[in-house]
């Protein structure tokens, strides 16, 4: 069972960037749909992106596109969430999700009940 850990998360001015990342240990990581969720406090999880196993197709939340820029890099077990012009209401805990791959990915990729396995969640501040 894959497990996942995320890191990266820290303190920043708007306008800046922060770039987390979430590795993967226990499983064939290269077989999982990947996706980054974020919860702010008072607010329920939403989709920020998310990247298809075979990392050649992408999805975005229109809040962060243009932004953020999800990857993954297979060799590394891990994948990236690039974020940059953060906004404060980009301020959240941001949480790691993964889920072996198949054809219901393509629309459901935003659902948070899709993921299978989540990490435990890196807080991002963005003070304004």
């Known amino acids: 069972q894959v497990q996942l850990v995320e890191s990266g998360g820290g303190l920043v001015q708007a306008g800046g960037s922060l770039r987390l990342s979430c590795t993967a240990s226990g499983g064939t990581f290269n077989f999982y749909d990947m996706a980054w969720f974020r919860q702010a406090p008072g607010k329920e999880r939403e989709f920020v992106g998310g990247?298809?196993?075979?990392?050649?197709?992408?999805y975005y939340a229109d809040s962060v596109k243009d932004r953020f820029t999800i990857s993954r890099d297979n060799a590394a077990i891990t994948v990236y969430l690039q974020m940059n012009s953060l906004k404060a209401e980009d301020t959240a805990v941001y949480y790691c999700a993964a889920n072996r791959a198949n054809w219901n990915y393509r629309t459901r990729y935003a659902d948070s009940r899709y993921y299978t396995i989540w990490g435990q969640g890196t807080q991002v501040t963005v003070s304004s």
């Open positions: 990247i298809m196993w075979s990392g050649d197709r992408f």
